[in-house]
Each structure stands twice: as structure tokens, then as C-alpha cells.
């Protein structure tokens, strides 16, 4: 046999072989994904006969979605302050910065990534969209958005934004953008910096067992809830020890009829927001 025709065997064995692999991958995924199917429809099943409206399409499917922490990055903030009102000049306090430009503005940053803004009148208009002009500033301010919601308290329009990590929403991590007499006025929420995984942190749970676990809670009355609207895997951020530790935990988010409810993947521990 000639070296051509052995190197022709050769080539058509290896795609024999990756065809093979590939299916193999293939009939595994799909496995995979009809059982998820399934336990998804078992719990709504349970929680339907336990009087609690649910379907199936409400809830979403979960990301790779695992702990993290924060660090503070003060040229970050600096950076996010510089977007919304120039050129400033940084007064340090130690948990808090200053930030201040005497023409636009000022804002300053807690420890634990609080934040506001107060902006001088007409520093920035609210052009023909505010979502649009929203938008914009947090694309300055490099900060990634789940969603924008826009309301109206009095003779003022707040817009509300609910913060992300590549792709998946951290519930409690929100801004106010607040507009009066056709300019943004008022930016209030967290900001965090320094984004990381951290090294064998805990995922997210199964949502199965996040149901369950949920349905318990209104049965022993702590939770009221006759019907869930939707379900998403996602985050919540919160700051712990003496030090103002800044951890991004695997959470569920129940939007019910009764509220919002987040589900902590680590301690199974429900409460509203």
C-alpha cells in the first residue's frame, strides 16, 4: 500500500473516530436536557397541586453561574465619577471618596460600593429619550445592565437600573437615575469593581431543589404566594465582616404574585426585595 493511500486511510479514520466522539457528546446533551425537562416539570407539578400557578417556560435556564467577590478599585470609580460630571478632584476619607467638579457636580463612594451623584442643573440634558441618554452614561461608566425600568414619582422620572455579570442579572445591584426639568439631577445605587471568581466557590443550586425549598417556606407561612410569574438564576451582592468584604453569592429570583423573592443557593435562606 502506498504512502498516499495510508496517510487517505489514515485521515478517514480519525474523522470516524471525532464523528463518533461528537455523537456520543450529542446524545449525552440531549439525555442531559430532557431530564432537566422532566424534574422541571415534576416540581411544577408538585407546586400546582400545593395551589401554587406555575409553568414550565417561566423559569429560565441557568447559566454557569458560580461565587465571586469585589475588591475596590478607586481609579475605577474615579473613572465612573469622570464619565457622569469631568474632570474631578478626589478627597479621601478613608471607607468613603469624594469626588468634585465645581462646574457639573459631585459624587462620592462608600466601602461597601454605595454611591450618589448630585448634578448641577442642565449639566446633562435628558435629550429626547431618557433610556437612550441612560444608556449612553452607562456604557461611560462601564457598567453592564440586566434591565431599565422607567417610573414616574411626582414631577420627577426615575429611571431603574438592576445590574449584570456577563449576562446574568445581580438582583440587588441597582441604580436610580433621577431626571427633573429636563436633566438628570440625581444617580443613586452601587458600583462595584474588581470583579473575580473565587476558587472552588459554590454554584448554583438545582432549581428543583430551589422550588422545594421555596414551597416549604409557604407552607410554614413564611412566605404568601399563590402563583409564580418567573423564575431566573442569577446573583445577589452583599458585605460581610468587619473588613466590608464584598461577596456576589448564586441566587434564585422568584417574581411571584406577591412580590419578589430571592433564594440564597448557599444557605436556602428566601426573602423578599
Do not use: H
Not at 470609580?77 to 469624594?98: C, F, K, R, S, W
Amino acid at each position: 500500500m502506498g504512502i498516499a493511500k495510508v496517510k487517505t486511510l489514515i485521515i478517514a479514520l480519525l474523522v470516524l473516530v471525532n464523528a463518533f466522539f461528537l455523537t456520543v457528546i450529542l446524545v449525552d446533551d440531549f439525555a442531559a436536557a430532557r431530564t432537566e425537562r422532566q424534574a422541571i416539570d415534576n416540581v411544577c407539578t408538585i407546586l400546582r397541586s400545593n395551589g401554587i400557578m406555575i409553568e414550565p417556560d417561566s423559569i429560565k435556564k441557568s447559566s454557569d453561574i458560580r461565587a465571586m467577590r469585589a475588591s475596590r478599585d478607586t481609579e475605577q470609580e474615579a473613572a465612573a465619577a469622570n464619565a457622569l460630571i469631568g474632570p474631578v478632584e478626589m478627597t479621601d476619607q478613608g471607607v468613603i471618596y469624594l469626588y468634585n467638579n465645581p462646574e457639573r457636580g459631585s459624587a462620592k463612594f462608600s466601602i461597601a460600593g454605595d454611591f450618589e451623584f448630585i448634578l448641577n442643573e442642565g449639566c446633562i440634558p435628558s435629550g429626547e429619550s431618557i433610556l437612550r441618554t441612560v444608556n449612553g452614561l452607562l456604557r461611560d461608566m462601564k457598567f453592564e445592565a440586566a434591565s431599565l425600568d422607567v417610573r414616574r414619582e411626582s414631577s420627577a422620572e426615575i429611571v431603574t437600573v438592576v445590574g449584570a455579570y456577563k449576562g446574568a442579572s445581580i438582583f440587588n445591584l441597582t441604580m436610580d437615575f433621577m431626571f427633573s426639568e429636563s436633566c438628570l439631577r440625581e444617580v443613586r445605587g452601587r458600583y462595584l469593581t474588581g470583579i473575580e471568581p473565587v476558587e472552588s466557590g459554590s454554584g448554583i443550586s438545582n432549581v428543583s431543589t430551589a422550588l422545594l425549598g421555596f414551597l416549604a417556606a409557604v407552607k410554614r407561612g413564611d412566605v404568601a404566594c399563590s402563583a409564580v410569574y418567573s423564575v431566573e438564576a442569577g446573583y445577589q451582592y452583599s458585605v460581610v465582616g468587619s473588613f466590608g468584604d464584598r461577596v456576589i453569592m448564586p441566587s434564585w429570583l422568584v417574581v411571584t404574585d406577591m412580590g419578589r423573592y430571592i433564594i440564597d443557593c448557599e444557605s436556602g435562606d428566601i426573602r423578599m426585595i
